[in-house]
């Protein structure tokens, strides 16, 4: 009896909730990706490696990745203060404010883009004054980017809100007590206590960003070499019936991105290890 | 250990094998008699055309389901799917059951006999003035006044100058402007050479590249970006529409492109669906005085000699030419033009 309890688990149903999480996920997510690398499969790897190497996709990569990391990087660093200021203080409106976050998760990608486009052109609302100073954003990349940190907004608010909730102020009335200025407190209490969530948020942001079509393709402007994302690259290429051609640069992506977004994860357990360490 | 209850439970299983046996009866009954009454009269028709015919088809269906209940005495519905025409293409490439596709190049329509003989090899037999019942035609439409005096093509490539031309690579619209451009460079510099020079001064002063038509329509009219958009006839009237008459000018220049509209019956859906009838009666409504008049009336050059000249004040007479005749067709432009690294692309990555 004792010897049958031993391998057991505290939880029961480890092996049926492994068997659906690997058959779901298999279903779901890696038999459409295998998809993509087996249409790729027709071309030779010297079609392939030209494919992937033009210099119209090229340029596309440096803007896509570009602009979603720089996207990424913005928003957690405002995503952080947002968070902040809805959590930390109260003030009229807050509930609003909170709910406003969540809009461009809503909101349909093509009405984001126009609206953006709209307002940034040269006779736009923002677009009429910064014209004049010379600065261009609809139609040139900085628009690419505005679209991007536009839609990656709420996911570091979201996923930063929570453990800050949780993150009693006592901790920062104890660090100051113990002498700590504001900026000590904020370095060495606050900030490393979100940082693994502030990492998934400037993750899940910068997936997203390297993702999106619907809105960027709006304010872009689309110039080959200069304006033109990756996934419209993609869909050029499946509007000439060219799918080996359309994989090879998607799979360029889902490798890129997995690539990045392992590295992310790694990140965030090393930083959750050396954390430990430290406390 | 199974044979041990099994008496007992005969009558039962009797029981619920006769009541098998019937309901299967009765469901194979109604779904032959479902079929029966399907391949009789087909309820519905599917459309499958490009993004700006969504008005067009709409007034049509409207006139031809009337017709159709009153020559059978059935009721059809004709269902619409709009889109970019490639795309729309692959749509029904990859299964989107259409009986019909009208679209807004012979290219689209080709790809469907190449995957898959979706459509008759000799599809442009099947249907009067090569089964396009319209063409519509490539226009400048200037601000006002047409400051900037834009008469013809040889206007566009002069420095400074903005030009809003949809994107060439996923819309036909864009195709066909740069295509015009081509020709006209063709003709006048008289080499290959020198059209690939012309077309790439031209695309030099594109600021913005749209995906398609009506995007392009919105830089220009309502961002007020360029000095000229080159687009179809018949957006320029939706341009008057939307905006108000005399805000803009269409010019006509001294060359352009015969956009035609092609459609087709897709033979693999009717067959399967039995609505052969019915999308042929459809088509051949397309050519039909009614029709012409309706599509005269969006602003599409009708093929009917007859109502084309009746409506020539909106229609002036413009020297054009056919991709087929004077480029050798849409398969030959889009291997040497439009395929990546070719033409298109080396005026637009080499500037």
Sequence with gaps: MAGAYANRKVLPGFKLTLGFTVAYLSLIVLVPLTAVFLKTSVLTADQFWAQITAPRAMASYRLTFGASLLAAAINAVFGLMLAWALVRYSFPGRKIVDALIDLPFALPTAVAGISLTAIYAKNGWL??????????????????????????????????????????????????????????????VVIPALFPALLTGFALAFARAVGEYGSVIFIAGNMPLISEITPLIIITKLEQYDYAGATAIASVMLVVSFVLLLVINLLQAWVARSGGKES | MFASYLPVKAGFSARIEGWLHRAVLVASFLLIGGIVAFAQSPASLLNVSYDVSRELYKDINTVFIAKWKAKTGQGIAVNQSHGGSSRQAL???????????????????????????????????????????????????????????????????????????????????????????????????????????????????????????????????????????ITFENEATALAKEFGEGKFEVVYPSLSVDATAPVAIVETVTAKRHSREAAKAYLDFLYSAEAQEIIAKHSFRPADPAILAKYRDRFPAVQSFKVEDTLGGWEKVQREHFADGTIYDQIMTRR
């Design chain 1, 127 to 188: 677009g009429q004054f910064l014209e004049p100073l010379g600065i261009k954003i609809a139609f040139t990349p900085v628009g690419v980017l505005v679209a991007l940190i536009f839609i990656g907004l709420p996911f570091v608010v979201r996923t930063v809100q929570p453990i800050l909730e949780d993150l009693d102020t006592e901790y920062e009335e104890a660090a100051a007590s113990l002498g700590a200025s504001r900026w000590e407190t904020l370095r060495r």
């Design chain 2, 91 to 229: 749509s029904v490439i990859g299964g989107l059951e259409a009986d019909v596709v009208t679209m807004n190049q012979t290219a689209d329509i080709d790809i469907l006999v190449e995957r898959g003989g979706l459509v008759a090899k000799d599809w442009r037999k099947a249907f009067p003035f090569e089964a396009a019942p319209y063409t519509s035609t490539t226009v400048f439409i200037v601000r006002k006044g047409n400051p900037k005096a834009l008469k013809d093509w040889g206007d566009l490539v002069r420095e400074g100058l903005q030009v809003i031309v949809p994107n060439p690579k996923t819309s036909g619209n864009g195709r066909y402007t740069y295509l015009a451009a081509w020709a006209y460079g063709l003709k006048t510099k008289g080499s290959e050479a020198g059209a690939k020079d012309f077309v790439k001064a031209l695309f030099a002063n594109v600021p913005v590249l749209d995906g398609g038509g009506r995007g392009a329509t919105t830089t220009f009219a309502q961002r007020e970006i360029g000095d000229v958009l």
